[in-house]
């Protein structure tokens, strides 16, 4: 049985959806980042941790690439092209989309407030633009990034699109626009915000 550590309104709930696609068990545990329960898994205290047979897995990238390729879903296999394509995208999001939506994040709750610059808001909201602009781009007319295989950085882009609301960016109308009702629409998704109580 997995254990993630992590409340549903972190990066933990990439890991929630991630098991509920792949239909595990787990358990929940709602643990703040910070606390000195998270920073005996993470020394940096963030969450979530995903924890396997009493060892730890910390990086919600990381964790759900890992359940993928142990339950052979979401991902195409290690060592082929079709993985490192899926892979580039999965670093996308983190590099282009993640990464403005935590640069906001940072600068507006996250940091101390004296060492917080609100006024970089609209710079990240122009990096996000250009973001979504290439994700249409490399999207095409594909259903999902990789064709019609929902994948790992689907789930993540998904994940970032939510946050991306909660956050009062825009997201785009279109084809990006379609997809990311198309990804957050699924069902796994759905159980796992109802089971976390999100
Ligand atoms: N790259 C890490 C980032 C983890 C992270 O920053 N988690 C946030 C919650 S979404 C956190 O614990 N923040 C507390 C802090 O920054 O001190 C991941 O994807 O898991």
Redesign the pocket.
């Known amino acids: 049985m997995y254990q993630v550590i992590g409340s549903p309104r ?2 933990s709930m990439r890991v929630y959806w991630a098991l509920e696609e792949m239909g595990l068990d787990y358990e929940i545990n709602t643990t703040p ?2 606390t000195d329960e998270v920073r005996a898994h993470n020394p940096s ?4 941790c995903l924890i396997v047979d009493g060892e730890a897995i ?4 990381a964790i759900v690439q890992f359940l993928a390729d142990k339950h052979s879903q979401l991902t195409f296999p290690a060592g082929t092209v079709k993985r490192a394509q899926q892979d580039s995208f999965t670093q996308f999001c983190c590099d282009e989309v993640d990464g403005s939506l935590w640069m906001a994040a940072k600068n507006s709750f ?1 940091h101390p407030e004296d060492m917080r610059v609100p006024a970089i808001k609209p710079t990240a909201k122009y990096e996000f633009a250009n973001a979504m602009t290439t994700l249409e781009t490399r999207l095409g007319d594909n259903e999902f990034v990789m064709g019609d295989t929902f994948t790992v950085p689907d789930l993540l882009l998904g994940h970032c699109a939510n946050w991306a609301v909660g956050a009062k960016f825009d997201l785009p109308d279109g084809k990006v626009g379609e997809y990311f009702k198309r990804v957050t629409a699924r069902p796994a998704y759905q159980r796992a915000k109802e089971k976390t109580g999100y």
């Not at 205290?45 to 979530?48: F, I």
């Not at 910390?58 to 990238?61: G, L, Q, Y």
Request: aromatic share 0%; no cysteine.
């Open positions: 972190t990066r980042p910070r205290g963030k969450v979530p910390i990086d919600s990238v996250i």
